[in-house]
């Protein structure tokens, strides 16, 4: 086997994440590696203002899998996503947050329980049990019953649990574009049509160690009306003439 391709791609985007991040991508790292698999993980700077990019490059002899991916001005939680995908090389790629809200050993369990599958899914974690107040509780209860209002088949009572796992041509034909919250539901709206088995492993969600969370009041409306419009626009019905129809088409002649 050629260790130098890695088994799986993590995208991580980090936004002033300095006084965490490295006891994140450490613990990924080791617990793959424990476990048997390369990893590589690609740490997006998103425009940081703290540090986080300094702390990065520390790392790197550290850690030879580590890819560092720098964006001038934050641009929003999707668009770190969207910039640091293509510097991955994995035939299986993922996203996750740097806040360690997961445990690195429940993201090796559900990668390999992505390859148990012949690979046609998004593999993904429901936050079963969370440390959240109960406002946070109320809001994502409130957030989730819409989506599956919304989306009956989804197939998720989590839609934004991450990390995300899925294979590469998947994400190509996916091609997603938001760069804000939205890209979660995004991503998992696009896995419905493409009729992708969503493969839930349920984990319990830490709190922040350090640092502070991103989202802000304005993130709910950014999700209603983003979700209202993929509901009811052509959005959807232009991406499947766009990308699913031709790579179907693809699929056939191949």
Known sequence: MDRSQPDLSLVVPAYNEAGGIRPVVSRLFDAFRQAGYQLEVVVVDNGSTDGTGEVLAGMVQTYPHLRIHRIAVNQGYGNGILEGLPVA?????????????????????????????????????????????????????????????????????DTNGSPKL??????????????????DPELMIKAHHMKLRVLEVNVFARMRGTGLSHVRPSTCWEFLVELLRYRFTGVIAQWKREYLVPSRVLEQRT
């Open 89 to 157: 090389t994995a035939e299986w790629v993922g996203m996750i947050p740097a806040d360690g809200q997961v445990d690195a050993e429940d993201v090796v369990r559900l990668y390999e329980a992505a390859l148990a599958t012949d690979g046609n899914i998004v593999a993904k974690v429901r936050r079963r049990f969370r440390l959240d107040g109960l406002n946070r509780k109320f809001v994502s209860v409130a957030y989730n019953l819409l989506v599956l209002i919304l989306w009956p088949g989804l197939g998720t009572l």
């Open 166 to 183: 899925l294979r590469r041509e998947a994400l190509r034909t996916m091609h997603l574009t938001s760069t804000g919250w939205f890209l």
